[in-house]
Structure formats: C-alpha cells, structure tokens
C-alpha cells in the first residue's frame, strides 16, 4: 500500500532534521576536538614551563635531587602526564622518555606519540637545556595523555548522536501530526468528492476556506462536475429522444400490421400497408446510421476519399437536392462566394442539408435563407442565414451539442431527431473545421469551416460561374442527378 501523504512528509522532515543534526553536531564535533587538542597544548606547555624552570634551576647534586623530587610531585598517579630528563651523566638523569610510534610531528618540538603497551598517544614538548653550573647538557621531555580527550570525545560523540536520534524522532511525530492538520482540508475534499454519485450529481466541493494551492484544484474539479452533469443530463435526454423516436415507429409498425392481420386484406390494402411500414423502417435507419456516424467521429475518424471541388457548385446541388422543402416551406435559398477544397462530397452535402434544413425549420413563409462561402486565413466558412428569433447565448454555446435539445417539447420530432447540428459539427472535426451560430438584427446564422487546401485553379472556376446578385449558377440538372445518385445529406 503506498503511504500516505502525511507520513510521507513527515519522513521527509525527518530525514531533512537528521541531516541537519548530523551536520551541525559534526561541526561541533570537530570544533570540540580542536578546542580539547588547543587546550592540551596550552596545558603541556604550563608544565614544560614549571618543569623548565626547575630544571634550569639545578646547578649542583642538591638542587637536582631537589628538582628530581618536585617533579615526582608535580607527576600524577594516573600517568596522565610524565616527565623525563636526559642526559649522558647518569646522575643527571630523570624518568623514561616516551617510548612509542610517532604519529605526527609539529613545528616547536611537538609530536604525537603512540605508546608502547597500553596504547594511548601521547602529547609530547621536548626542550634541550644548556649546561648550568656542575649540570651537563640535558634534554627535558613532558608528555600528557591523549585519553581524557578520548573520553571526552567519545562521551559527546555518544551524546549527540543520541540527541540527534531523538531530534529526529521528535521532528517526524511532530512533523506528522502539523501535516495531518494541514491536510485536513484535502481529506475534506475527499470526503465531498466521495458523496458525488449518480444520485447526487449536484453534489460540490466546498471550496469555502480552502487553501490557494486547494483552491485551485477544488474549482477545476468542480468544473469538471460541472460539465460531466451537463453531459450525463444531455446524455439522459438523448436516451429520453431516441426512445421516444424509436418507439414511435416501432408502435405503428406493429400497430398497422397488428390492424392489417385482423382480417383479410387486398393486394393494394397490404401495399399500402408495407409501404407505410418501409417509411417507418427508413426512419428507424436513419437514427440508427446517424448514432453509429457520431459513434465514429467520437473516435477521432478523419474524412476520406477526398476530392477538390468548388465549394459553391456542392452548396447549389444541395440546394437543388432540396428543392422540394424549399418549395413546400415557402422559402427561397442562394448562395454566395466560393472557393475550392479538399472535401469529401457525401459528408460535405450531408453538413450542408443539415443546415439548410435547420433554417427551413426556423423561419417564416416568404424569407430567404442565405448561404455564404467565404475563406478565412487556412480554412473556408460555409454560414447559412435565415431571419428567425433571436437566440441566447446559453443556447448558442450548446446548439451543436449532440444531446442538446434547445426545445424540450417535441413538436417537431417527426421531421428531425435532434443530430443534425451535432452531425455538422462532426463533419467539421472530420476536415479539420469547427461550427459556430451567431444571433444579430433579427438573423440567425450557423455554419461550420472545413481546412483550405490551396487556392483555386482556374479550372475550379470555370465550373461554379456567378451569375446575377451574386448567385452561383451550375449545371442543376447534372447536380440533381448526382445528388440523388450518392444521397446527397
């Protein structure tokens, strides 16, 4: 199981405090050291001093036997410090001199001696003094152990490294219970983010009295509750829709066949019938295939077979392919502009009747709708306008949501199943485009742009030649008929 996140910063703390400690008590440590071996030298050379002094003193055999018995005096039982004199009259003579490895020498006569047996080293000053008197030449040595400082040393090594043990330890309980309060707050998010559920979608984090660096995760999570409840919403009235729709062709279908077994039928009375029931079949596909394409564009699908094709020539065959519910809503439809790019044609026309579609559903008897073609930088834009009433932004931002319904009523439901939109904008994201709808002075304007291949050849244009007020005159009737040979929308 991984750690928790208050323990981990407590041993985090820890080992930072324990290196602290060990940094600081081995400076100390070594400061210590150098103060001890300072004050042993100073001590050394007080008693070389005094034994000096006596040495020096000794002129005759008296004075020397004198000196010889202040010096036993001045040397401690415990041996800690010695002292010797040597000199090549054997009556002269005091002590032993230490007998030992040197370790180290220093300037002025000093060295550090290991000493035979109990190996201890030894401190050492040694000072040639001149003839005196009946004196001879000597040489004076004192020696001080090294062991009080050993003791010394190895107590406060000891000591300390207890003392940072306990330091450490000190800081990682300390340092645990400081972090579990200081993340008091993160284990309330997540109890708040564990009470979001199904049931409960409104559920929020409570970001009252949060940290910054909390507040900021807080507000994103919320956020992302925010747009997960809008599409699981969006999501519950599509499955709500495409019931609904579903649903209702199943119910005549089995409705008109359930009447059609009642009795004996004629010939034309069950033609009637299965024809009746094919349209409800056709229905029924056409959700069906529309689900499945958004299915794919969901997984990121790219359009294929791509031509280059003069974008106005495919707006006016579309325009034609729905020259029926022009006519039949009382509307007239043109088309402006034009440039060239690679489109698949299927996809392109079934945009473009969507949103033909949508405008013819929108507006009044008698208005126009306006389809521009224009290009913008590396993308061409394809807007279809009609008057109609205006639109709120809120609406406008979710228009082409795949589960949006701007009318929750369905008045409409026999004519469109609520993907139309959402198809254009996968059609969009199929070449490279994005959607947009706009709402100004009584028009409303939705569209979407496909990625511009190069600029247009001359051959381009001389299939798509603008006619009067700026429309765009084809050949309608070969359009027509490939429109309704690859079905076209």
Request: charged fraction near 20%; hydrophobic fraction near 40%.
């Given at each position: 199981m991984n750690p928790s996140i208050a323990r981990r910063l407590a041993l985090m703390f820890a080992l930072v405090a324990l290196s602290v400690f060990t940094l600081v008590g081995s400076g100390l440590f070594f400061v210590l050291r150098s103060q001890l071996e300072h004050h042993l030298r100073e001590s050394l050379d007080g008693r070389m001093e005094i034994a000096k002094i006596i040495v020096s003193h000794s002129t005759t055999p008296e004075k020397w036997k004198m000196a010889r018995e202040k010096l036993t005096d001045m040397t401690p039982r415990d041996g800690t410090t010695t002292y010797s004199v040597s000199s090549d009259d054997p009556s002269f003579r005091y002590g032993h001199p230490v007998d030992g490895q040197v370790i180290t020498n220093w300037p002025d006569n000093y060295a550090r001696v290991r000493a035979a047996g109990d190996g201890h080293d030894m401190l050492t000053s040694t000072l040639k003094l001149p003839a005196n008197g009946v004196r001879p030449p000597v040489e004076l040595q004192v020696a001080t152990s090294y062991s009080p400082n050993v003791r010394t040393m190895r107590?406060?090594?000891?000591?300390?490294?207890?003392?940072?043990a306990v330091g450490s330890l000190v800081v990682l309980l300390l340092s645990y219970s400081v972090t579990r309060i200081g993340l008091a707050p993160l284990r309330r998010l997540t109890k708040?983010?564990?009470?979001?559920?199904?049931?409960?979608?409104?559920?929020?984090?409570?970001?009252?009295?949060?940290?910054?660096?909390?507040?900021?995760l807080a507000n994103s999570f919320n956020g992302a509750l925010e747009r997960l409840d809008a599409a699981y919403g969006r999501l519950e009235s599509f499955n709500a829709d495409v019931a609904h729709?579903?649903?209702?062709?199943?119910?005549?279908?089995?409705?008109?066949?359930?009447?059609?077994?009642?009795?004996?039928?004629?010939?034309?009375?069950?033609?009637?019938?299965?024809?009746s029931n094919l349209e409800e079949f056709e229905r029924m596909r056409t959700i069906i295939n529309d689900m499945l394409f958004l299915a794919r564009a969901d997984q990121g699908e790219r359009a294929t077979e791509l031509v280059e094709v003069s974008l106005a020539a495919e707006v006016a065959r579309t325009l034609e392919f729905l020259d029926i519910p022009l006519e039949e809503a009382r509307v007239r439809a043109v088309s402006h502009g034009d440039a060239a790019s690679l489109v698949n044609r299927s996809l392109f026309g079934r945009a473009c009747t969507n949103l033909v579609m949508n405008a013819i559903q929108h507006c009044a008897r008698g208005a126009t709708i306006t389809v521009n073609i224009a290009r913008e930088a590396d993308h061409v834009r394809i807007a279809v306008a009609n008057p109609g009433d205006p639109i709120d932004q809120p609406v406008r931002d979710h228009l082409f949501d795949r589960f949006f319904r701007a009318e929750v009523s369905r008045t409409n439901s026999r004519e469109n199943h609520g993907l139309g939109l959402a198809i254009?904008?996968?059609?969009?994201?199929?070449?490279?485009?994005?959607?947009f709808a706009s709402s100004a002075a009584g028009v409303n304007t939705f569209g979407f742009s496909v990625a511009l291949s190069r600029p247009d050849t001359p051959g381009m244009r001389a299939s798509a030649k603008p006619g009067v007020d700026g429309r765009v005159s084809v050949d309608l009737a070969s359009a027509n008929r490939n429109a309704r040979s690859e079905g076209a929308g």
């Open positions: 107590a406060f090594g000891l000591a300390l490294a207890a003392l940072s708040d983010a564990s009470e979001v559920s199904p049931n409960n979608r409104s559920q929020r984090l409570n970001t009252t009295s949060l940290p910054h660096e909390l507040n900021d729709e579903l649903r209702t062709p199943v119910t005549i279908l089995i409705g008109q066949t359930e009447v059609a077994l009642t009795r004996n039928r004629s010939v034309e009375d069950l033609r009637h019938t299965l024809q254009v904008k996968a059609v969009a994201e199929m070449h490279g485009g994005t959607v």
